[in-house]
């Protein structure tokens, strides 16, 4: 019995050892429902979403934004996709401006919706 003793006591010593390793490790594993941040927001679909968003706004609000670029962009798996994204447009006088917008996409339905078109503060 004696002899076991160390033993145990090595097996503990590397569970508890390999539990801290492991819990202290960065995940490489998205929170689900979180914001994944967009790499190229020069894709052409990000490009077709934030057109969508600021057409829409000038639609709902009777405005005539232009969008210029899309700054930097989000996106988040839900029941399809949300994508939030930072959009630089220039209003009637030339002034450029940001906006955040946020766009619900489910393509396998062919729907989008614009949920969100807020001005950014500098």
């Known amino acids: 019995m004696r002899s076991l003793v160390p033993l145990l006591f090595l097996l503990l010593s590397a569970v508890v050892s390999t539990s801290c390793a492991l819990a202290s490790a960065p995940s490489s594993r998205k929170a689900l429902g979180g914001w994944t941040p967009i790499k190229n927001t ?19 609000a009777n405005a005539s934004l232009a969008l210029s670029k899309v700054v930097k962009g989000e996106t988040q798996v839900v029941a399809g996709t949300n994508y939030r994204l930072v959009l630089q447009v220039k209003d009637a006088s030339g002034a450029r401006v940001k906006y955040q917008a946020v766009v619900w996409e489910k393509p396998w339905e062919n729907f989008r919706q614009l949920t969100s078109f807020k001005l950014v503060k500098s």
Do not use: S, T
Not at 42 to 60: C, L, T, Y
């Open 42 to 60: 020069n894709d052409a679909h990000v490009r077709e979403i934030a057109e969508f968003a600021v057409a829409e706004h000038n639609k709902q």
